[in-house]
């Protein structure tokens, strides 16, 4: 009899490994929704909503059971992509910051000795 229940992921891997259970894959990690989520994250102003701890919870289950995934090499190679695009668009971020908090300084200073 299969019974669908949740639990903590560390529980999961551990009874996975004893061939107790079958861990069922989020939907988030699915080729469809990754690639739904990188065309997002590319085209939006802002960085897209996405499960808070979508790298360490896709390692922990990579690390454990890859093989009882479906296109795993596509499903990681998309979430390096999305990694990718998500710091880029930080890092553009921050140094746009950095450089409006410059001038900003800039002018500071100017008010000062003028």
């Known amino acids: 009899m ?28 699915s080729v469809e929704y990754l690639e739904n989520k990188l065309r997002e994250e590319k085209t939006a102003p802002n960085l897209q909503e996405i499960h808070f701890h979508y790298i360490e919870i896709a390692q922990l289950i990579f690390e454990n059971i890859e093989e009882d995934i479906e296109q795993s090499s596509l499903i990681k190679s998309l979430l390096q992509d ?3 695009v998500r710091m880029d668009r930080l890092k ?20 000062w000795y003028l």
């Open 82 to 84: 999305l990694e990718n």
């Open 2 to 29: 299969d019974v669908n229940v949740q639990v903590p992921l560390w529980f999961a891997i551990s009874l996975q490994k004893q061939r107790k259970c079958k861990i069922i894959i989020p939907d988030w990690l």
């Open 92 to 111: 553009l971020g921050l140094a746009a910051l950095a450089e409006k908090i410059r001038d900003e300084k800039i002018n500071a200073i100017k008010v």
